[in-house]
């Protein structure tokens, strides 16, 4: 079975400063994907990054990057130069190849302070 | 291009009532999905499909039906609706392996 932990409840950072939201996940397949998306307080779900288990570098989208690290499973989000509309909560989600599901973590409640 | 829609917005309904949330999206996806999120937690996958005319069951199905008789709309319907299901409901579309498109959601209330 597959899973995700996202430890961190929520996190609060000062504008302009770099935050890392962690992610950790369980599963025995090779061949996955792992994904981040953001909930505004608005509600809906904005797709931000994906990773597949077979890229070499880790994935970069503009502010985002995700910091893969396969031995240690963990797939953690980095935004750089944190602004006031980065605060929301923040999932990470998991597919294994040849499933349908997104398996999603609880989520992170990210609050940047002005 | 208006992406996933989902209709309606808010619904509330007593305990024992039924109805059909309806998905739509505009992007000729193959992959539907429909989703729930209670207070607190991530998403688990109710129902989805894989094309027209197919369905096939997800985390938590009970309770809930699921039709696409057309590839651009995908129903999800509570034939008798409980407090227990009171949550807010995601429809998301993929083309492929890749992220998956979500809606706006629909925020049920069952009294």
């Known amino acids: 079975a597959q899973k995700i932990t996202q430890t961190q409840p929520g996190m609060f950072v000062q504008e302009k400063e770099a935050v890392t939201l962690d992610c950790t996940y369980d599963?025995?397949?090779?061949?996955?994907?792992l994904f981040w998306y953001k909930q505004p307080s608005s509600g809906e779900m904005i797709f931000l990054i994906y990773?597949?288990?077979?890229?070499?570098q880790n994935a970069t989208e503009g502010r985002y990057s995700l910091n893969f690290q396969k031995a240690r499973k963990s797939a953690n989000l980095v935004i750089s130069a944190s602004q006031l509309g980065d605060s929301a909560m923040y999932f990470c989600?998991?597919?294994?190849?040849?499933?349908?599901?997104?398996?999603f973590g609880q989520g992170t409640r990210l609050t940047i302070n002005p | 291009n208006a992406g996933v829609t989902q209709t309606p917005k808010f619904r509330v309904l007593k305990t024992g009532q039924s109805m059909t949330l309806l998905c739509a999206q505009d992007m000729n996806h193959e992959y539907m999905y429909w989703y729930r999120q209670d207070p607190g937690m991530g998403l688990r996958l109710i129902h989805y499909s894989v094309g027209e005319g197919t369905t096939a069951k997800g985390e938590v199905p009970d309770g809930y039906n699921v039709s696409r008789l057309k590839k651009q709309n995908f129903l999800l319907g509570l034939e008798s609706a409980a407090p227990s299901q009171t949550s807010v409901y995601f429809c998301a579309s993929s083309p492929d392996y890749y992220e998956q498109y979500f809606g706006p959601g629909t925020r049920l209330t069952v009294t």
């Open positions: 599963t025995s397949d090779p061949s996955y994907g």
């Open positions: 990773q597949g288990s077979y890229d070499q």
């Open positions: 989600a998991m597919r294994v190849k040849g499933a349908q599901k997104l398996v």
